[in-house]
């Protein structure tokens, strides 16, 4: 059961944008189904902020968008915000003959 | 609105077992899968197993295959996760979570809160 690679860290400055990159290993990342991202601010759960590669639950800020190329998908935070700053998890999940989910290892966003 | 309250953590020593509970509530609870994930303290998300609808499907991390087992009572909205042969490595916040329709994916609502598992002599 293969993790997804993420930077430690990401950082910027309140209005720049920053993406953070997610990465499957090139001999599993095509049993890959789809890509979420999560963010945790300290102390709190995870709040769905992505799924399906590209797609805003509702209540969250278009600021968030998400994509995918090739094998790695991105999660890009436009217009950054001081209440941004949170640990952020890139999400897959595999079906066929067996079904498991995967994280990234998480990535701190540092708004400066 | 869903709502999900882990119960049961504590402080346990290794090779004890526990059993974590996952009250559901503010959805039709029988017809939907569920997950549990755990974090330990101060590293990333991992997940633990996932249960369909009905409690026939089961499948687990390759960390916990053999030691955790996941189940559901339908009947009271709860979602169970027993823990076996515990290691200083289960250590962790577990968080339960709603999946998809039936079997399969996080649905992305929001997770419960989390229990703490402390295993330490």
């Known amino acids: 059961q293969s993790a997804l690679t993420q930077p430690p860290s990401v950082s910027g400055s309140p209005g720049q944008s920053v993406t953070i990159s997610c990465t499957g290993t090139?001999?599993?990342?095509?049993?890959?189904?789809?890509f979420s991202w999560y963010q945790q601010p300290p102390g709190s759960a995870p709040k769905l902020m992505i799924y399906e590669i590209s797609n805003r639950p509702s209540g969250v800020p278009d600021r968030f968008s998400g994509s995918k190329s090739g094998n790695t998908a991105s999660l890009t935070i436009s217009g950054l915000q001081a209440e941004d700053e949170a640990d952020y998890y890139c999400s897959s999940y595999t079906t066929g003959s067996t079904f498991y989910v995967v994280f990234g290892g998480g990535t701190k966003l540092t708004v400066l | 609105q869903v709502q999900l309250v882990e119960s049961g953590g504590g402080v346990v020593q290794p090779g004890r077992s526990l059993r974590l509970s996952c009250a559901a509530s503010?959805?039709?609870?029988?017809?939907?899968?569920m997950h549990w994930v755990r974090q330990a303290p101060g590293k990333g998300l991992e997940w633990v197993a996932v249960?369909?609808?009905?409690?026939?499907?089961?499948y687990y991390a390759d960390s916990v295959k053999g030691r955790f087992t996941i189940s559901r009572d339908n009947s009271k909205n709860t979602l169970h996760l027993q823990m076996n042969s515990l290691r200083s490595e289960d250590t962790a916040v577990y968080y339960c979570?709603?999946?998809?329709?039936?079997?399969?994916?996080?649905?992305?609502?929001?997770w419960g809160q989390g229990t703490l598992v402390t295993v330490s002599s």
């Open positions: 979570a709603r999946g998809i329709l039936y079997f399969g994916e996080l649905d992305g609502n929001p």
């Open positions: 090139s001999s599993d990342v095509n049993s890959y189904k789809s």
């Open positions: 249960i369909s609808y009905d409690g026939y499907n089961k």
């Open positions: 503010g959805f039709t609870f029988n017809i939907y899968s």
